[in-house]
């Protein structure tokens, strides 16, 4: 596979043929923050707080690292004072939602975001989509996904695989970081402890009240 050379940061960093920036960084020893990135995952692009500058052919844009391929000579900055701004904006965005988060508390002292610049949302999920995604793509389970589109979009436990499967597993609760998802799974086994037989998907307390 042919090597990739590209500058991160001032820095000469060498990369395989099809892995992202963001790989490229982490390698680098480059750290660029991301909630709903994991490993083992495909790339997701969610959450859009591993923003950063690449330049390429004299143009620059604000590119998403984690599902941005590297190209040789291109050049990436991933910390200047517009992707500052727009990881602080982010992160209070994501706050509204969670704002115990300790995930998203560090990067509010990070980024110096104000945590009640937004209203409160009355979803403590931020759509990461780290548990849908493990459970699909390895434990190839499909017991938890996302139901709706847009602002009612949220996630849901499939109540008869996640009663045959999620107990004995848990191995997604601790990817979520906001516990939105320990929340969603507590409501599911609470309404199919009454309704056994229940086909519906109980989903995450996106109507519940905030204080």
Not at 167 to 184: D, G, I, N, V
Not at 187 to 193: I, R, Y
Not at 194 to 202: E, G, I, R, T
Request: hydrophobic share 40%.
């Amino acid at each position: 596979m042919t090597d990739i050379t590209l500058t991160i940061d001032g820095q000469t960093v060498t990369a395989s043929e099809g892995a992202t920036v963001l790989d490229a960084a982490r390698a680098a020893g480059i750290a660029i923050p991301t909630v709903c990135h994991h490993e083992k995952l495909e790339p997701f692009g969610g959450c859009r707080l591993c923003v950063v500058e690449a330049e390429a052919g004299g143009r620059t844009s604000l590119a998403a690292s984690c599902i941005f391929p590297v190209q040789q000579g291109l050049n990436v900055r991933t910390r200047t004072p517009q992707i500052e701004q727009v990881r602080k904006v982010l992160t209070e965005q994501l706050l509204a939602h969670a704002p115990e988060s300790e995930v998203l508390l560090k990067l509010a002292e990070d980024y110096h975001a104000n945590k009640d610049r937004f209203p409160r949302e009355p979803s403590f999920c931020i759509l990461c989509g780290l548990c849908v995604r493990y459970c699909a793509e390895v434990k190839q389970l499909n017991a938890v996904s996302f139901v709706d589109r847009g602002p009612t979009r949220e996630i849901s436990f499939d109540p008869e695989i996640a009663n045959r499967e999620c107990w004995e597993c848990k191995e997604c609760f601790p990817l979520c970081p906001t516990s939105a998802l320990q929340a969603a799974y507590v409501l599911m086994k609470s309404l199919t402890a009454f309704s056994p037989s229940a086909h519906c998907a109980a989903a995450t307390p996106a109507k519940q009240a905030t204080a």
